[in-house]
């Protein structure tokens, strides 16, 4: 088992992605997804100047999204911290997400509509993180009132193959077929 020993042994670096999400207007969901990678180290520059423990990167990226579809509005990120200037370029980078439907497949749409060298890593990995918690904070919202059965089964069928739980053929597929 490889557990760390954490009396001995330093932590080096640190990735937090944290996505919240909060009612919007009439119809709509405000995701707030935030990625935060630390350096727990001092650490050297090529020209030889020591960098003290520090965040490299601190990305926040909000998305309005329409329900029960989950397409996306609008959107904007902010970049309070990042470990060159020129990343600052890349902050309209997602911008062709706007109308972008969150449904299955949505990573890899994202990857076909944004080449990864006209944006960043990082950037992509907080968008794929919050396309989940976006549908579970959707589900939270939907949920907060007595739904019709057709919409329920609209949202529960957009979950088939998403995990193990709701495959084709699993049980709780099968628990909303029978429903019809």
């Known amino acids: 088992m490889i557990v760390p020993d954490r009396k001995k042994q330093r932590k080096i670096h640190s990735r937090m992605i944290n996505t919240v999400i909060y009612e919007g207007k009439t119809d709509t ?34 998305m309005e999204l329409h329900l029960p579809e989950l397409t996306i509005m609008d959107l904007e990120v902010e970049m309070p911290t990042t470990p060159n200037e020129a990343c600052m370029e890349i902050q309209d980078s997602l911008a062709p997400l706007v109308g972008m439907r969150i449904a299955a497949g949505f990573n890899a749409k994202v990857r076909k509509r944004i080449d990864r060298v006209k944006t960043c890593t990082h950037l992509q990995t907080l968008v794929a993180a919050m396309a989940s918690a976006s549908f579970q904070g959707a589900w939270s919202a939907m949920v907060r009132s007595p739904l019709e059965l057709k919409t329920y089964k609209a949202m529960t069928s957009r979950l088939k193959d998403t995990c193990w739980a709701w495959r084709d053929g699993g049980p709780l597929i099968k628990k909303i077929k029978r429903t019809d």
Request: net charge negative.
């Open 29 to 62: 969901i405000i995701a707030e997804g935030e990625l935060l990678d630390r350096r727990y180290c001092d650490s050297y520059r090529p020209d030889g100047e020591i960098r003290p423990p520090h965040p490299v990167h601190n990305m926040i990226l909000r």
